[in-house]
């Protein structure tokens, strides 16, 4: 069983679409948008608009909804894992072996779970929901769990390390923390295993890119 310590003060928030922009009602202020609201917003669609123009849109938009799905009951699972409560939703095969593959690997260097699907604020600026906060490795980090369908390319997931900064940055703002740690667990629909991890040198980088992302997005709007 994981260790889980409760060392602050997490809060639920309520959320809420206002013309197409997915807001995070909370205690800090006014409601801000989203992390994925937000770099999806100053994304570029070069690359995803060719992959759907290359299987077509029906094709496309199907392989989207059965990852969701997959994705989805992975982490639910994942989420009764940390917090070492008995799965009772709705069960996939393929979503609990790849749950399990995770599992598997991360167990032993999980010290610590201070919380399971955090809400996170940067006050003023946006939110969002990190699935895993705690002690990795002997370090404070945060942790995403991921699906994919095909193992990626570390220079292929900046969105994810850009995530990963943007709740530190958060944790630390409203928490007084100094998170400096990431970690991207990551598991294929074949099993595939991927572990990415962000030390305090490269952390500084994404703090940085996310930053730029947060101004950008603020100037389009």
Avoid at 180 to 194: K, P
């Amino acid at each position: 069983m994981l260790k889980i310590t409760t060392p602050y003060p997490y809060q639920e928030f309520k959320r809420k679409s206002v013309n197409g922009k997915r807001l995070y009602e909370n205690p800090y202020g006014d409601p801000v948008p989203s992390v994925t609201t937000i770099l999806s917003k100053t994304k570029d669609m070069t690359h995803l608009n060719a992959w759907k123009k290359r299987v077509g849109e029906k094709k496309a938009q199907q392989i989207v909804t059965e990852a969701a799905g997959v994705g989805s009951i992975m982490h639910e699972m994942l989420e009764a894992w940390s917090l070492n409560q008995e799965y009772t939703g709705k069960t996939m095969l393929q979503a609990k072996m790849m749950a399990e593959t995770v599992i598997k690997n991360v167990e032993a260097d999980i010290d610590e779970v201070w919380g399971s699907e955090v809400n996170l604020c940067y006050p003023g600026l946006y939110a969002g929901t990190t699935d895993l906060v705690g002690m990795y490795k002997g370090k404070p980090c945060i942790m995403d769990f991921k699906q994919t369908n095909k193992p990626k390319k570390r220079e292929w997931i900046d969105d994810y390390f850009m995530q990963a900064a943007a709740y530190a940055m958060a944790h630390n703002e409203i928490f007084e923390t100094k998170i400096e740690h990431a970690a991207i667990f990551m598991c294929s629909r074949d099993l595939d295993w991927q572990l990415f991890e962000v030390g305090p040198e490269e952390f500084k980088v994404w703090e940085e890119k996310w930053a730029s992302k947060v101004a950008e997005f603020y100037n389009l709007s």
